[in-house]
T-cell receptor
Framework: KQEVTQIPAALSVPEGENLVLNCSFTDSAIYNLQWFRQDPGKGLTSLLLIQSSQREQTSGRLNASLDKSSGRSTLYIAASQPGDSATYLCAPHQGAQKLVFGQGTRLTINP | EAGVVQSPRYKIIEKKQPVAFWCNPISGHNTLYWYRQNLGQGPELLIRYENEEAVDDSQLPKDRFSAERLKGVDSTLKIQPAELGDSAVYLC???????????????FGPGTRLTVT
């Protein structure tokens, strides 16, 4: 059974810092991996999808990497802004269509 | 392009009452998912539809939960009777499906927050 762990559970940093969120998973036989953000009381917004054959994917100030063999993914956020404050969730695709979520990292960017 | 639409956004009911949630996926998306998210946790899959067919309902508590996806578009998730432990956010998601890696990217609706008293 796939288990997903996200570290740290919570993170608070001043505005402008670069930061890294970590995700580890126990079963390396994944199809894709998605990173999401969730604002309080809202649904999930897809940030990035990394295919199993890819090592990284970039979107604006976000960069996600994937190391399948070691069961790890990282989300790098450059030049953080208060609007980045949210919970970030990592979800490997078990098979093509089943997402398994971690508990998330609650990020606070202080102005 | 409209995203995944869910209604209602909030629902408060007494235990033992029935409740239903509705989802309209992104146009053209063949695959529809229902998830449940407990407070402080990541979402957990309840059921997945490929067009009209429920292809993965292994996590759906079938004694009280039911779902349908008529005509392969909209879907309804029902709980009858509701229990206190059913209080959670119910999320609907959709994906294109079946056309390569990127087509499996899942897009989520805003969710329905259910409170059972």
């Amino acid at each position: 059974k796939q288990e997903v762990t996200q570290i740290p559970a919570a993170l608070s940093v001043p505005e402008g810092e670069n930061l890294v969120l970590n995700c580890s998973f126990t079963d390396s036989a994944i199809y894709n991996l998605q990173w999401f953000r969730q604002d309080p009381g809202k649904g999930l917004t897809s940030l990035l999808l990394i295919q199993s054959s890819q090592r990284e994917q970039t979107s604006g100030r976000l960069n996600a990497s994937l190391d399948k063999s070691s069961g790890r993914s990282t989300l790098y956020i450059a030049a953080s802004q208060p609007g980045d404050s949210a919970t970030y969730l990592c979800a490997p695709h078990q098979g093509a269509q089943k997402l398994v979520f971690g508990q998330g990292t609650r990020l606070t960017i202080n102005p | 392009e409209a995203g995944v639409v869910q209604s209602p956004r909030y629902k408060i009911i007494e235990k033992k009452q029935p409740v239903a949630f509705w989802c309209n996926p992104i146009s053209g998306h063949n695959t529809l998912y229902w998830y449940r998210q407990n407070l402080g946790q990541g979402p957990e899959l309840l059921i997945r539809y490929e067009n009209e067919e429920a292809v993965d309902d292994s996590q759906l508590p079938k004694d009280r939960f039911s779902a349908e996806r008529l005509k392969g578009v909209d879907s309804t998730l029902k709980i009858q009777p509701a229990e206190l432990g059913d209080s959670a956010v119910y999320l609907c998601a959709s994906s294109l499906g079946d056309r390569g890696h990127s087509s499996y990217e899942q897009y989520f609706g805003p969710g329905t927050r259910l409170t059972v008293t």
